[in-house]
């Protein structure tokens, strides 16, 4: 798993901040969307550098906290080791330093905070605890609680660190430069220089950058970046070429319709970072809880200072100061704040075993919540690579199979290929005479045979008799005639991946619907749909088609997770709950806008990761109760003069280790 190669802002006010969580809003293509946003927070140990260097750049960016640490373990050996008494001045000056490097950036942040009305924060607590300690002479007691502390926060960083893939900028892949010819002479101009009504040459191999008109007579675009379909379309002329597409084998000219900024690809990409700032952030338990709780927590530390002073006699002020400062340390949720990432911390981890990337440890709360999965049809429930599925001949099938075969290896079009390729190891003979019909299919000469091979329309074309029944199914059918007479077709889809089925009944036991989205014809659509068992599902889909249709399923209070693998899916996975990719063929636009990546690309995994989603949520909450049962027994010790600060220190660590432990058992589950 990547680590995030962005510097780190997390910080502690997920657990005491009264200030609740913002979304980053996308800006431009450096949009990244998947952070997590339980710890969106401005409040930085340093440059963690959590790239390659990963946990280790944690640890050096952290110095000064093992030189405070050194300084204090250097003074506790000289004072209750050696019993060295050193002289006030000295003792004093080395607890100073080692505060100051342990602290400084809490005690920065505290003022900071407090300046613009925020009091009631995890720094200000720790702040006027540790304050409290040195106004009472206890030094080493303040450095403490403030290095432990600080640790404690440690082993968050590198618990959300490690819960973060890298999420770079969100690909632009949109042309850098465009060819248009002007007085009939090709200029290569960026793509906003483009005018309305301007013709465009775009290449065998090159990227369409504008909207517009065919002007030559054909051409075979890839259109799976708009359409997420791996079937090459045929575009004539006078129809439209969108931006996007990509010319397979030939160069064409298209008559520009719109503006660059007004392309369809354009579109998508702005819908990407629209949609990503529509998701809402979510909160964990503890950061809704502390609005009540930090402020409860300063309120009860001054009565236990102050209020004793109304009965108890020979009342010392600094006796219950202690009591108080105590009572501020044991309430601070040092122990929660790493119990919590912790917890999810594991769970990323069993997912990352289980072949599921997780960018966030909030995607794994949300992916619990979830009650339907829409899911793309193409390279996410099937395999995206055509395939001859089925044969059907009148003559002996390995001559027909040979012969069409011959013919089809004249063309570069994936469905011709799939035609080769069921040819296996037959000797091909050279095709002769070949001529490609646009938008039929070929016509030529194979073993002195005069061969017709592609769709129906080819075989009407030359008034040549076919079955009727050839007209009702869906797939993609390559016809064969031979010397003039119909000889059988070859019938062409998309395969089912194997575990697909199984995926769509595991989310049902799960309580969770299925619903297939594709930009697949509907009734190929449709038809994968019943052999998976889904119920509902929408065929010949753009990609605004897909959000509209997720947006109303939003409305009506569904909790939407989309699983998706092209371009034309980003927008979608961006709206979503949870948005989940199919890492392995899928594009790089989808894998950076997602959630939740797949990497092997089984649909299965997506019932998987509802399960570990649970797990990890069920083990956080044994942490929570365990840490908030722990803490309120010794804050009730510490106002009764029974607990030191060293204790609620050690109370607090020994919290924070069990719940490590607890954490650790994420990693045994079996699913």
């Given at each position: ?13 997920d ?5 609740p ?13 998947a952070?997590?946003?339980s710890?969106d ?9 959590h ?11 952290r110095?000064m ?24 001045a ?17 005690v ?8 613009r ?28 609680v ?22 770079k900028?969100?690909?632009d892949?949109?042309?850098?430069t465009?060819?248009?010819l ?9 793509p906003?220089?483009?005018r ?15 909207d ?14 708009l ?12 129809q ?13 000219e298209?008559e520009v319709?719109?503006l ?53 006699a ?7 100061l202690y ?27 069993l ?15 949300v ?18 690579v ?14 027909f ?30 095709p002769?005479?070949?001529e ?5 299919g070929?016509?030529?000469?194979v ?10 329309k ?36 998309d395969?089912i991946?194997e ?9 049902k036991?799960?309580?969770i619907?299925?619903i297939?989205l ?16 889904i ?13 509209r ?9 569904k909790?939407?997770?989309?699983a ?6 980003a ?10 990719a199919?890492?392995a ?16 690309d ?20 044994q ?8 803490k ?6 510490g106002?009764?003069?029974?607990a ?22 994420i990693?045994?589950?079996?699913l």
């Amino acid at each position: 798993m990547k680590l995030d190669e962005n510097t780190s802002a997390h910080t502690h006010d997920d657990c005491c901040s009264t200030k609740p969580d913002e979304h980053s809003k996308p800006n431009g293509h450096n949009h990244n969307h998947a952070h997590d946003h339980s710890h969106d927070h401005d409040h930085d140990h340093g440059d963690h550098s959590h790239g390659t260097e990963g946990d280790a750049g944690i640890l050096k960016s952290r110095w000064m906290l093992w030189l405070s640490l050194a300084i204090l373990a250097v003074f506790l050996t000289l004072t209750h080791i050696a019993k060295i008494e050193l002289p006030r001045a000295v003792e004093i000056s080395m607890m100073l330093v080692a505060y100051v490097l342990a602290g400084n950036k809490t005690v920065a942040l505290a003022f900071r905070k407090a300046s613009r009305g925020d009091f009631f924060n995890e720094f200000t607590l720790m702040t006027i605890a540790t304050f409290g300690a040195f106004y009472i002479g206890e030094f080493s007691e303040g450095v403490a609680v403030m290095i432990f502390y600080e640790i404690g926060e440690l082993f968050q960083d590198i618990a959300v660190s490690r819960s973060k893939r890298s999420i770079k900028a969100l690909l632009d892949i949109r042309p850098d430069t465009v060819t248009v010819l002007r007085d009939e002479k090709p200029l290569q101009v960026t793509p906003d220089e483009v005018r309305i009504g301007e013709k465009i040459l775009v290449k065998a191999g090159e990227k369409v950058a504008l909207d517009g008109e065919m002007v030559s007579e054909s051409g075979i675009f890839n259109t799976a970046a708009l359409t997420g379909e791996p079937k090459p379309q045929i575009i004539e002329k006078g129809q439209k070429a969108l931006a996007g597409m990509i010319s397979i084998e030939k160069s064409v000219e298209i008559e520009v319709k719109a503006l660059f900024k007004d392309s369809k690809l354009s579109r998508i990409l702005e819908m990407v970072q629209e949609a990503s700032a529509r998701k809402a952030p979510t909160q964990l338990l503890i950061s809704r809880l502390a609005r009540v709780y930090t402020p409860a927590v300063f309120l009860l530390a001054l009565l236990i200072v102050v209020v004793p002073a109304l009965f108890v006699a020979n009342y010392n002020f600094d006796q219950w100061l202690y009591r108080g400062m105590v009572f501020l340390v044991i309430a601070c949720p040092c122990a929660l704040t790493i119990s919590i990432p912790l917890g999810y911390f594991g769970g990323i981890g069993l997912a990352s075993r289980n072949g599921i990337l997780v960018k966030g440890a909030n995607f794994l709360d949300v992916i619990t919540k979830i009650d339907t999965v829409v899911s793309d049809k193409t390279g996410t429930l099937t395999k995206g690579v055509f395939k001859v599925q089925k044969i059907e001949t009148s003559i002996a099938k390995d001559d027909f199979v040979r012969i069409a075969a011959s013919l089809e290896s004249y063309s570069t079009h994936p469905v011709a290929k799939a035609v080769v390729a069921a040819a296996e190891s037959a000797a091909l003979t050279k095709p002769l005479d070949v001529e490609e019909i646009a938008g039929h299919g070929l016509k030529g000469t194979v073993e002195g045979k005069a061969v017709l091979a592609g769709n129906t329309k080819l075989l009407d074309k030359h008034l040549i008799k076919y079955p009727a029944g050839l007209a009702s199914l869906v797939e993609t059918l390559v016809v064969v005639a031979i010397d003039n007479s119909y000889a059988g077709y070859f019938l062409i889809a998309d395969e089912i991946k194997e575990d697909a089925a199984t995926a769509v009944a595991e989310l049902k036991t799960l309580g969770i619907s299925t619903i297939m989205l594709s930009g697949d014809k509907e009734a190929v659509v449709g038809k994968v749909a019943g052999e998976l068992g889904i119920t509902q599902s929408y065929g010949g889909l753009l990609p605004e088609d897909k959000v509209r249709i997720v947006q109303e399923l939003k409305d009506q209070g569904k909790r939407i997770a989309f699983a998706g693998d092209g371009v034309n899916d980003a927008p979608v996975i961006a709206l979503a709950d949870a948005g989940i990719a199919m890492g392995a063929l899928g594009s790089d636009a989808t894998i950076e806008t997602a959630d939740i990546v797949i990497q092997n690309d089984q649909p299965s995994r997506i019932a998987a990761a509802v399960k570990i989603g649970k797990i990890t949520k069920s083990v956080v909450y044994q942490n929570i109760s365990l840490a908030m049962g722990v803490k309120i027994a010794v804050m009730v010790l510490g106002a009764g003069g029974v607990a030191t600060l060293w204790e609620a220190v050690f109370a607090d660590v020994g919290v924070a280790l069990l719940a490590i432990l607890n954490a650790y058992r994420i990693q045994g589950k079996k699913l």
